[in-house]
């Protein structure tokens, strides 16, 4: 007897250049110096550079995203946001475990980021996912002169 499975209801998949006005809008209500549209395609361009999204499967709309470089052996995470009307949902989970399981098929070391002392949010999650601070980097965001807080995952 066949099993009827039913659709995932969220995708990750690579960004299009179709997906750029949702991913700007995302930023915008996300972060305080929000990318422009042309960094994110400046970042589709770049061998190194993935910006992936999570994809509500039935309306096709973007829900989350993530930026993430691959240096050399280590994932470098620079930004992962959701839409504000879909939050709380674990598309950020979601979109940090699809990175995280990037850089283990990528043979990858570490995953390491910044973030926000402030973006407790943000620490909760990453420390969900077991990444550890490891510095503090003093005045990293030039808008407002707050600290970042490094934080590494070790994916050996």
Not at 1 to 23: C, H, S, T, Y
Not at 112 to 118: A, D, K
Request: glycine share 4%; net charge neutral.
């Amino acid at each position: 007897m066949a099993v009827n499975k039913a659709p995932q209801p969220f995708l990750i998949e690579p960004m299009r250049r179709g997906d750029l006005d949702e991913v700007v809008e995302i930023e915008r209500v996300s972060f305080r110096s929000p990318w422009s549209g042309q960094v994110f395609l400046e970042e589709m361009s770049r061998d190194w550079a993935h910006v992936d999204v999570v994809r509500d499967a039935v309306r096709g709309s973007v829900v989350a995203f993530g930026n993430y470089w691959l240096v050399a052996d280590e994932v470098h995470l620079l930004n992962v946001a959701t839409d504000p009307r879909a939050r709380r949902a674990g598309h950020a989970s979601r979109m940090l475990a699809h990175i995280i399981d990037f850089g283990r098929r990528h043979d990858c070391r570490l995953v390491t980021l910044e973030v926000r002392r402030s973006n407790a949010a943000a620490l909760r999650l990453y420390r969900r996912f077991a990444f550890r601070s490891v510095g503090i980097r003093p005045n990293y965001y030039a808008e407002d002169q707050e600290d970042a807080i490094v934080m590494l995952l070790d994916l050996d």
